[in-house]
């Protein structure tokens, strides 16, 4: 570990560690988000890990969904296409932050929306145990 250190020296190994941090908090959003609706709050949802999963796998086939329409919109729309070229010929800070940008807030949002989404519905998604009696 001291020859890494050494190496990079300790304000980039301790950058690098950070960076690292954000990108585990940010990429496993959509199934920790879920997880503090589903476990915490007012009233715990039933079958709170199937709750998290199926929230998780939501938001993350809407950012799916995204990035595809992304992608065919630059392959269609040679103004776009040509933006993008000039900006990833140009690379910085700007461009960095511009990508993390639009590709990085997308999927804490659906992670957003599939919680409350999910979260609102879920008791009446789910089928009663097997020992309840149907109320008249």
Do not use: K, N
Not at 32 to 53: E, I, K, N, V
Not at 78 to 96: I, K, R
Not at 109 to 119: C, E, I, N, Q, S
């Amino acid at each position: 570990m001291m020859q890494v250190v050494e190496t990079f020296g300790l304000e980039l190994v301790a950058w690098m560690g950070g960076v690292a941090a954000g990108y585990l908090a940010w990429a496993s959003a959509p199934f920790w988000w879920p997880a503090m609706r589903a476990f915490g709050g007012r009233r715990r949802l039933p079958r709170p890990l199937l709750f998290s999963t199926c929230a998780g796998c939501m938001a993350y086939a809407a950012y799916l969904a995204l990035l595809v329409a992304l992608r065919l919109l630059i392959l269609t729309a040679p103004p776009v296409s040509a933006a993008v070229d000039q900006l990833a010929s140009h690379p910085g800070m700007a461009a960095t932050l511009l990508a993390a940008v639009v590709y990085g807030l997308p999927l804490l949002v659906f992670t957003g929306w599939a919680a409350r989404f999910l979260g609102a519905r879920w008791a009446r998604l789910l089928p009663p145990p097997l020992g309840a009696q149907p109320t008249p």
